[in-house]
T-cell receptor
């Protein structure tokens, strides 16, 4: 079985301040983990993915995430938020042979 | 390379009707998955097709069906529409199926409204 929990449904930050979006996962097997972003009325865009290589994964637009097996976490961070980062973010877990399981999403608001 | 395309983008149907949604994957991608996105249930997996075969199916009633053609294009059909079927339907394609860790690429979605 596999599942993912996004700990915050809504995060609000000021432009230029750090972003932290939290994600915990559960998987019976070594999973692959992804972060996707969805802007209003758009499809999902892949930000980054972890597939058992380096535990610190760098993605697009300055985002990165760290895989911590002991904490079963895969939190998404960015040093400095930009207005264009305002969107919905989804943490996704996938085990081999299984479909992708999405978290409930975290809505990021960036204040000027 | 062109991305995943979905048609139509918006659709309004009445209860009891049926609807067919279309998805064209990225060239060379053989796996197509469908998802339903609603405010209440979030993103839920419908089914995946790989080389014209349904590989996996989510927990949806039989009113939801799909198929994949030899060119990897896929269609999703919903019969006897209910109000609760109103949602954004997303299609995603991947080079390989669920036996891999390859990422999926999503289309813009079809917004279905059932009245």
């Amino acid at each position: 079985a596999q599942s993912v929990t996004q700990l915050d449904s809504h995060v609000s930050v000021s432009e230029g301040t750090p972003v932290l979006l939290r994600c915990n996962y559960s998987s019976s097997y070594s999973p692959s983990l992804f972060w996707y972003v969805q802007h209003p009325n758009k499809g999902l865009q892949l930000l980054l993915k972890y597939t058992s290589a380096a535990t610190l994964v760098k993605g697009i637009n300055g985002f990165e995430a760290e895989f911590k097996k002991s904490e079963t976490s895969f939190h998404l961070t960015k040093p400095s938020a930009h207005m264009s980062d305002a969107a919905e973010y989804f943490c996704v877990v996938k085990a081999l042979g299984n479909d992708m399981r999405f978290g409930a999403g975290t809505r990021l608001t960036v204040k000027p | 390379k062109a991305g995943v395309t979905q048609t139509p983008r918006y659709l309004i149907k009445t209860r009891g009707q049926q609807v067919t949604l279309s998805c064209s994957p990225i060239s060379g991608h053989r796996s197509v998955s469908w998802y339903q996105q609603t405010p209440g249930q979030g993103l839920q997996f419908l089914f995946e097709y790989f080389s014209e075969t349904q590989r996996n199916k989510g927990n949806f009633p039989g009113r939801f069906s799909g198929r994949q053609f030899s060119n990897s294009r896929s269609e999703m059909n919903v019969s006897t529409l209910e109000l609760g079927d109103s949602a954004l339907y997303l299609c995603a394609s991947s080079l390989a199926g669920q036996g891999s860790f390859l990422e999926q690429y999503f289309g813009p979605g079809t917004r279905l409204t059932v009245t």
